[in-house]
């Protein structure tokens, strides 16, 4: 969210400053040559460089970049960079685009740019755009692909890869046949040897961060030891399902409730494990259930509270599925995209709101664990 506001923020001060171009020629126009190139370390930065071979007095500046990903407008940054005091007929600019204060992007962003020059009678000289992979080099990476999912890994044999790629099939399976949602477009996953080694290529881990989704770069990343491949395969599968909801409801009005994502994770992991229905049945037996309505919204990160709050998003998420059906469970997803509030969607599908799916849902989980 920090670079988002950072971003935004930027653009609108460049916006202040830019001024209307007069007219625009090309960077092969004899009066001026633009080179350009990149270098990039992942995950700190990208330095865009340019070289200008000149006849012309320079007196503007600017990057241009898009940042490849899905998103309803296109974003062109723009960035104006300063012209060297002692400009003569070669000058060299760079400008670095540091994620360690941004945040970072994942890897294989593809980013479009290009440069743009003006001289002292506002004639405007851009540079062909090109385009840059922010990859994450420090490995030698392996491919796998197979429906829409490709595995990148760059340790373990043959095996380990495909153990992998039929975890992340079996949960789109699940999904398919339980929900009707499927990849719509191609996702990469990126496996680290470990939870440490991800965090190392991340510029703002936390501690316990062991898995990632960017879901509008389709990307995730994630740390894989055989030490934890159980845990590993759930989470896998977990976020897998959260790229399928995205691609399968992102729009430019609402985002969907927190418990229906979730949900529809825990649901592509497999059954419920012990864990959390050791907390989903004491909050029946206590009846202390979070009211559907509450998990609409972000959980609350004390930890029983989290783990009560993923059961009962599962358990609403089957409820619904074992009640009323795969199909319904697909419209309601596409309804969703269509951007609809949460009550008008469950009650277009459904024919029911927030408020009564609560009451009912109570009354299902509290016959599953009747005393
Ligand atoms: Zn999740």
New binding site residues.
């Given amino acids: 969210m920090l670079k988002k506001i950072a971003l935004v923020l930027l653009s609108f001060v460049l916006m202040m400053l830019s001024f209307a171009p007069i007219h625009v020629q090309s960077s092969s126009d004899a009066a001026v040559t633009l080179n350009d190139s990149v270098d990039v370390s992942f995950p700190d930065y990208i330095r865009f460089n340019l070289k200008i071979a000149t006849e012309i007095t320079v007196e503007d500046l600017r990057l241009h970049y898009i940042v490849e990903r899905k998103s309803y407008t296109a974003v062109t940054q723009e960035i104006k960079v300063a012209v060297p005091v002692s400009s003569q007929s070669n000058i060299s600019v760079n400008w670095i685009w540091d994620m360690r204060t941004t945040g970072s992007l994942p890897s294989g962003t593809v980013i479009r740019y290009w440069w743009t020059v003006s001289d002292n009678n506002k004639n405007l000289y851009q540079s062909e755009q090109s385009s840059v992979r922010f990859d994450d080099d420090e490995y030698n990476w392996q491919q796998l692909n197979e429906n829409n999912v490709t595995l990148h890994w760059y340790y373990g044999d043959d095996d380990f890869a495909a153990d992998l790629m039929q975890t992340c099939q079996n949960a789109l399976q699940r999904l398919g046949e339980d929900t009707g949602a499927y990849l719509e477009s191609p996702v990469r996953i990126y496996i680290y040897s470990s939870s440490y080694a991800l965090r190392n290529a991340m510029v703002f881990a936390k501690e316990w961060t062991g898995g990632v989704a960017y879901p509008a770069y389709g990307v995730i990343a994630i740390g894989i030891s055989n030490s934890n491949i159980e845990w590993s395969r759930k989470a896998l599968a977990?976020e897998l399902a959260?790229l399928v909801t995205y691609q399968m409801t992102s729009n430019p009005y609402n985002d969907i409730p927190v418990w229906l994502n979730?949900g529809i994770?825990m649901y592509a992991e497999g059954e419920l494990e012990k864990d959390y229905e050791y907390y989903l049945k004491s909050a029946v037996y206590n009846d202390s259930l979070i009211s559907v309505q509450s998990l609409c919204s972000p959980f609350s990160s004390y930890s029983e509270q989290s783990y009560l709050s993923y059961a009962e998003s599962y358990s609403i998420v089957a409820y619904l599925i074992e009640e009323y059906g795969q199909q319904k469970m697909h419209q309601l997803l596409t309804v969703f995209k269509d951007g609809s509030t949460y009550n008008n969607a469950l009650l277009t599908v459904y024919g029911f709101d927030l408020n009564a799916l609560n009451e009912l849902w109570q009354d299902y989980i509290g016959q599953i664990y009747v005393y």
């Fill in positions: 977990h959260h979730e994770s």
